[in-house]
């Protein structure tokens, strides 16, 4: 209520909730179909073997395989950058104790 639409999937609303207070831009996640982001390339990084950063390989992912194989309450999400958390650096390097999967898979 009070809120109207901005670019970029953004909502600007109204500090307060009331109309002529500052307004605060509030980020939310838009829909896409795969098949509109042409030309992108999907990866999964995984450490292959584990034990060094330099085994970081990035396989590539079928988009649309990967659409379809969701399940309700799923989404995929288009990412620019990620981090390594100790666990990831803990799971490159092998001392992870078990198969914590892939890095980021957390």
């Known amino acids: 209520k009070g809120a109207e639409e901005g670019s970029a999937g953004q909502q600007v609303v109204p ?13 939310r996640l838009l829909p896409v179909a795969p098949a509109a982001m042409p030309g992108a390339q999907w990866y999964q990084v995984s450490a292959q073997p584990r034990g060094s950063f330099a085994n970081l390989v990035p396989g590539a992912v079928d988009a649309a395989a990967a659409a379809a194989a969701m ?23 092998g001392m992870y104790p078990g198969d914590p999967g892939n890095p980021g898979s957390d």
């Open 15 to 27: 500090w307060g909730g009331q109309a002529g207070t500052a307004a605060a831009l509030v980020p």
């Open 71 to 93: 399940q309700p309450g799923e989404m995929l999400l288009a990412v620019t950058a990620v981090g390594l958390n100790f666990r990831d650096v803990l799971n490159v390097l």
